[in-house]
Each structure stands twice: as C-alpha cells, then as structure tokens.
C-alpha cells in the first residue's frame, strides 16, 4: 500500500517534544535555550523562513532573537553581530540566513559562527563531525529527511541510496548520514551520466536538485522510498504554486512511500534546527541531551 509520509505531524510530535524538554529545563531554572536569527536584505522567501523559525521557536519555549540588517551591510558589520553573539550566554542556536548578497563572502560569515553554536551545523568543524560520524551539529535538512526515512522504514542498513544533489547543505550530508546507517550510498549530479538509470536502481531515492517534477514515475524502482526536498514555485493557471523535485501523481505509482511538497521535509527542517539548538543548549551547559 502506498504511503504519503507526513513530515508534517511527525514534524509537529517533535516540536511538542522539545517544548518538554525546553519547559523541563526551565523548571529546573537550568536554561531558556535561545535561538537568535539574522537576515541580511528583503528576500521574500527569506523574510518567511526566518519568520516560521523565529515563531515555532517561541511556540517550543524558547527565546528568539531576530537581527534584520540591510542588503548593502558591510560584511564587517555582519561578523561583528556574530562575534557578539557568539559571547552572548542568552543565545545558543544562531542562524545566518541564505543565501548573503554578494558583498558579504558565505564561508567567512559560516566561519565565524562558533562551531557550539552553529545550529545549521554548516562551519567545517561540525561539516568534518559528520564525515566522520563524530557527535558535530548535524544540518536540519539532512537529518529531517534521515528520520523520515527511520519513521518509514526503520533499518536502513544494506539499502541502496542514491542521493541526487551535491550540495554541501543538502546532498553531501545527506550521503554521510546515510552511510552511518550502513546504507549503500550512490551520489548524483548535473553531470552524472545515465541520471535515470541509476535512478532506477535505488531503494532509497532523495532527490535535492532544486529542478521541478524532474523524477517521473518511471525513474523510480518498485517499492522504492522516496523523499523529495526540492522546494520550487512554478506558475500554474495564474497563480503560484510549491512543487518537489519529483513528480508526486506518476511517482506514486511506482514507489511505497514518498515525502509530499509542501508538508514533506520542509517542517522536518525547522522541526530539527529546534532540535540543534536544545542539543548545543545542552551540550554548552553539561546538560544530557535526551534520546
Ligand atoms: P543546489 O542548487 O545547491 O544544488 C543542486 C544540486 O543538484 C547540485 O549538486 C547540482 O549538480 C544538482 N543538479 C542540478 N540539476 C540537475 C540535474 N538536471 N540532474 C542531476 N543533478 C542536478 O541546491 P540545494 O541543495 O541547496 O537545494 C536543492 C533543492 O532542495 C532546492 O529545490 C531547494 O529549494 C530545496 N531545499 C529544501 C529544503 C527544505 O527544507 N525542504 C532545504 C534546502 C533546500 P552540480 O553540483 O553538478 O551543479
């Protein structure tokens, strides 16, 4: 039987999680786990992630703390805002939103962040945890989509997974928690040759190519678990509308299960940067981070 697998609901079981143990912390006046959010310039798609992130954070019982510079901030202003909170005791999880206009340079600002506190789990010290399977912050993306695929099918151990995307925030991760679970990892690009094929051979498919309704039904193998992070808005009818990377109506089927766009791995993302920022809480004040 096929199954739509609801990032949404268990996305909403993980929030009312952590806002336990974010109210179990507080009552032990141990700590308010703060998130603070920083958006550079007027971004529409931006200014909703930051407002979604900063709102279900305040749902969770924690603090937020929302920075809105100017698109033409020099990227000194920027790193000296992030030094600040990097000594803030206030704020544990911070977060630079992307993508920087072009006069600020991305690996210097990720760089900056400390690697304690670097929730999107981006800065090369928590990049290199996670190659070696080391206890690093993990990227949101990436480890909501590998508990959809633990809540679908529980031991990934011997599957063959073929990641589409190379991307160092969605698709190398996303290969690395996958061979952590013992899985057979495949990795594909704008340059792989025999895209479909391949395709065609996985057990496991994540697709995150930011290409709309690339993956038809007839890429997929039978019974293949599919979760699709491309998140893209393309024009329909005169009106806008979100679709994935893969093409839900001849995808389903072929494949057991698949990641619906929206209500997939979108709110596992922020689901699990509420996560990040009760694990670096926790971990900056010796605290056990739950199971
Ligand atoms: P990038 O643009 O950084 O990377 C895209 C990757 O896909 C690249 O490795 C590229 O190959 C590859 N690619 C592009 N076109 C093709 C093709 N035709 N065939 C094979 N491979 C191809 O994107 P991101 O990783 O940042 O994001 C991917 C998608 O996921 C986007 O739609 C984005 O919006 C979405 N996203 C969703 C999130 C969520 O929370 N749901 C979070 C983050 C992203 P090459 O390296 O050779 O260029």
Redesign the pocket.
């Known amino acids: 039987m096929f199954v739509r697998i609801d990032g949404k609901a268990l996305a909403a079981r993980l929030r009312e999680e952590i806002g336990r143990q974010v109210s179990r912390l507080r009552q032990h006046d141990l700590v308010t786990p703060g998130l603070a959010v920083i958006l550079v310039g007027e971004d529409p798609a931006s200014q909703v992630y930051v407002r979604n992130k900063a709102t279900q954070a305040r749902e969770a019982g924690m603090s937020s703390f929302e920075y809105r510079l100017a698109d033409s901030v020099p990227q000194t202003k920027l790193l000296d805002l992030i030094e600040r909170l990097n000594r803030d005791p206030e704020v544990h999880g911070i977060l630079v939103q992307l993508p920087l206009p072009p006069q600020v340079e991305e690996s210097g600002v990720i760089q900056a962040i400390d690697p304690g506190k670097d929730i999107d789990g981006f800065h090369p010290i928590n990049v290199g945890q996670v190659a070696i399977g080391g206890p690093g912050l993990v990227p ?2 990436p480890l ?1 989509c590998l508990m959809l695929l633990k809540h679908q099918l529980v031991d990934l151990s011997g599957q063959h997974a073929v990641v ?8 190398k991760p996303m290969a690395s928690l996958l061979l952590r679970e013992d899985c057979t990892v495949t990795v ?5 040759r025999q ?1 479909e094929d391949l395709c065609r051979q996985a057990d496991i498919l994540v697709a ?4 709309p309704q ?1 993956i038809k039904g007839d890429w997929i193998k039978p019974g293949a678990t599919v979760i699709d ?4 808005r393309v024009e329909a009818e005169g009106r806008t509308r979100l679709v ?2 893969v093409d839900f109506a001849t995808a389903s089927d072929v494949a057991a299960a698949i990641t619906p ?1 929206p209500g ?3 709110p ?3 689901a699990c940067l509420l996560l990040n920022t009760l694990q670096a809480t926790c971990h900056q004040y010796d605290i056990p981070f739950p199971d």
């Open positions: 949101c993306t909501g589409l995307g190379r991307s160092n925030i969605v698709g594909a690009h704008s340059r792989t895209l995150a190519v930011g290409r690339l992070v491309g998140i893209n994935g990377d766009v997939g791995v979108g596992m993302t922020i």
